[in-house]
């Protein structure tokens, strides 16, 4: 069993950062796929970025790109999202999901591990 435990957000003003980890345990992730998503209320789940675990390759949402870049630490089992010049409109929940996979999907339905989430305001 895959367990994902998110943690970094808080309340930040525009122009801030934060940096959200994600701890995963259960099984090593050389075969696995990470994404960040993100959900604010009355709205969808939304890509945010992704990460092939073995190879270190990324992929983000046009809306983060630029601004946001994950990364991993192998000896940590840990992934995280560095987000920079926040926006209000970053406001959300977000949760690190996890697949074993050869690419790198973007939509919420193709992860089958979850997080709990850690909320991410910024203020105007």
């Known amino acids: 069993q895959v367990q994902l435990v998110e943690s970094g957000g808080g309340l930040v003003q525009t122009g801030g950062s934060l940096r959200l980890s994600c701890a995963a345990s259960g099984r090593t992730f050389n075969s696995y796929a990470v994404g960040w998503f993100r959900q604010s209320p009355g709205k969808e789940r939304e890509f945010v970025a992704a990460?092939?675990?073995?190879?270190?390759?990324?992929k983000y949402a046009d809306s983060v790109k630029g601004r946001f870049t994950m990364s991993r630490d192998n000896s940590e089992n840990t992934v995280y999202l560095q987000m920079n010049s926040l926006k209000p409109e970053d406001t959300a929940v977000y949760y690190c999901a996890a697949r074993r996979s050869d690419y790198v999907p973007t939509t919420p339905d193709s992860y089958d591990y979850w997080g709990q989430g850690t909320q991410v305001t910024v203020s105007s």
């Open positions: 990460i092939r675990w073995s190879t270190g390759y990324t």
